[in-house]
Structure formats: structure tokens, C-alpha cells
């Protein structure tokens, strides 16, 4: 910990050396958490990231959050403390193919989830988060029909939710699509006065029992507000540690994961593969950077705009 607390103290002094925010999601580990400027779900964080007057954006999340804030605010170096730190529901759709399924439905309006890689989205009309995903569907004129894409299960409760009916890319999330119902609802037997909350991304089933469905933040705003006080929280484990920091009286419990899993719980060991050391070392050397062609950038803003505007 004193190392932990030493590299956390030079990453403040490099920051403000270099001009720099540090942008985080809340799947990040607590110890980056902890010195990062702004934390939030991938709607806020693109907000921050086209405001910021800082010279460089440290992005702690994943890669596709990092590409969006660049094209957001392509003047600003953004850095990512792994490259690698991909998203297997951006990586379930890949461009070819998508691009042949767009062909087959030249008139479909194609709103694409953000967790897609830059290239998607130069192929999308519309992007949008699960914070703003209903208000986007339902800003579609009717008589017009869409293409979802990448995430089956949000497209899904959005189909449900909007009484729209989608054509759905078959893409999904490792994570989410780990929990287990089955001993999530022994879980819930133990613990009858508990809350199920989901995100979107988990599976039907899944969601069907949950008593809210909602984005990182509106999972964190529910329990915030809620006068209950156990929580059954099925997401990527690492939100608990911003949750449990907001109702240090309230119960939270993660949603267990099916037994093959690496975890008992679920982490997205993509979130994961930043470290504080990596994210040291990122500001440091400048590297590793987020560059793209200013032609991708410019096809690539005009959808994720729209999304702004509109919400
Ligand atoms: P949020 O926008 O809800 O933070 O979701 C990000 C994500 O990657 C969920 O897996
Ligand atoms: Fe992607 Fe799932 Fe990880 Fe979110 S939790 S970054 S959707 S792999």
C-alpha cells in the first residue's frame, strides 16, 4: 500500500505537470478510482471528454470509450493505459459484416450501442449509451425502421421498452451474459427484502426479475435514492466499490456468476487489464496513444453529435 499510495502521489504531480485528466469508468479498480477526476458511465464520460480543456485525457476504461473521446475532441492527446483493453461486445461485431448487413437494409435507420469500435460507428446514423438508449429509439420517426446493433439484449429490453420492433445485431457482452439466474434466485431466497438491479446488457431472463434495469450511473442513482437497503447488484463487480462508498449503510451484494466462470463474481478483466502502474506509466511516456485518421474521426463524430444533441 505504501507503493500504492507513492504511485497514486506521482500520477497527481504528473497530471497537473502535463495539464492532464484522468478520466474513469466505474468498472476501474478502486485504486484508480481514487485519483481519477471524473468518474462515470460512458455517457458522461464522452460529455467530459469533449469539455475538457485539458492537454491530455488519461482514459481509464476501455478502448472504445478512449476512441469516442478522441474523436469528441480530436485536438487532445488521449492516452490509454493498455491498448489492449478491448470490449467483447465491440468485438462481437465486426465492420465486414456489418457493413454487409447495413447493404441488405439500405432504408433502415442503423442506431448503434457506443461500445462499437470507431469504424461501426462511421456506419451508424445514431449512437447511444443505455443511459439514453429509449429516448434515442423513440426520437426515430415510425414510420421508419431500425438496425440495432451490436448488443442483442439491450436492443431486446429496447424493443420491449418502446413497443419498436428492431432488426438485432447478435452480439453481446462476456460479463453480462455470465450471471447465473438459478443461483441468483437462491440468492434472492436468502434474501427476500433485497432489490435485484441490472444493466441492460444482461441477459432476458435475467432482467425480467430485476426490480430496476439501468446504466452504471442509473444503477448507482436507484440504490442512492432507494429507501430499500440490500441490493442485489447484477453488473461488473467493479461498481461496488463507488456504490458502497455512496450508502456505506446499505447492503450490496454482487450477482453471482454461472460455475464455469474465472470469478464468482463478474469482472471484465478488459476494464481490468489497466492498472495503476500501467496508467503511471501511460502518463509518463505519453504512450500508449489513441490516434486515428482524421477521415474516420470526422465520419465517426457525426452519429455520437446527434446522440449529444439529442440527449
Ligand atoms: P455504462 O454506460 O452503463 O457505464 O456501461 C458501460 C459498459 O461497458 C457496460 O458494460
Ligand atoms: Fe465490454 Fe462487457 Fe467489459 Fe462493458 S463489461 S467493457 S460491455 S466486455
Keep these: 500500500t505504501d507503493r500504492k499510495l507513492n504511485l497514486q502521489e506521482q500520477v497527481k504531480k504528473l497530471k497537473k505537470e502535463k495539464n492532464a485528466v484522468i478520466l474513469a469508468h466505474y468498472y476501474q479498480e478502486p485504486e484508480i478510482q481514487e485519483i481519477a477526476d471524473f468518474i462515470g458511465d460512458s455517457l458522461e464520460l464522452a460529455r467530459k471528454a469533449a469539455e475538457t480543456e485539458a492537454e491530455i485525457i488519461v482514459f481509464a476504461g476501455v478502448h472504445f470509450m478512449a476512441e469516442t473521446a478522441k474523436i469528441l475532441n480530436p485536438s487532445k492527446r488521449v492516452l490509454l493505459p493498455d491498448l489492449k483493453a478491448g470490449c467483447s461486445l465491440a468485438d462481437s461485431c465486426p465492420p465486414e459484416a456489418f457493413r454487409k448487413l447495413k447493404e441488405q437494409y439500405p432504408d433502415h435507420v442503423v442506431v448503434t450501442y457506443i461500445n462499437c469500435s470507431a469504424e461501426i460507428k462511421t456506419l451508424s446514423d445514431i449512437v447511444c449509451t443505455s443511459s439514453n438508449a429509449e429516448k434515442i429509439i423513440n426520437s426515430i420517426s415510425k414510420d421508419k425502421e431500425i438496425i440495432f446493433a451490436p448488443d442483442k439484449n439491450l436492443g431486446s429490453y429496447l424493443m420491449k421498452k418502446t413497443g419498436r420492433k428492431m432488426l438485432l445485431w447478435d452480439g453481446a457482452c462476456l460479463v453480462h451474459e455470465a ?87 463478474s469482472e471484465c478483466a478488459f476494464m481490468k487489464m489497466n492498472t495503476l502502474q500501467k496508467l503511471y506509466n501511460c502518463l509518463k511516456n505519453e504512450d500508449p496513444e489513441i490516434l486515428l485518421e482524421e477521415a474516420l474521426m470526422e465520419k465517426a463524430h457525426l452519429p455520437i453529435k446527434r446522440m449529444l444533441e439529442l440527449s
Excluded: W
Design 179 to 265: 450471471f447465473s439466474l438459478d443461483k441468483l434466485l437462491e440468492l434472492y431466497k436468502e434474501h427476500p427484502s433485497a432489490m435485484i438491479i441490472a444493466h441492460p446488457e444482461s441477459e432476458e431472463h435475467i432482467l425480467k426479475v430485476a426490480n430496476y434495469i439501468g446504466s452504471t450511473s442509473g444503477m448507482l442513482n436507484f440504490v442512492r435514492n432507494s429507501e430499500h437497503d440490500k441490493f442485489i447488484v447484477a453488473t461488473e463487480a467493479g461498481i461496488l466499490h463507488q456504490m458502497q462508498k455512496d450508502v456505506p449503510n446499505k447492503t450490496l451484494i454482487p450477482a453471482p456468476a454461472k460455475e464455469d466462470n474465472t470469478c464468482a463474481c
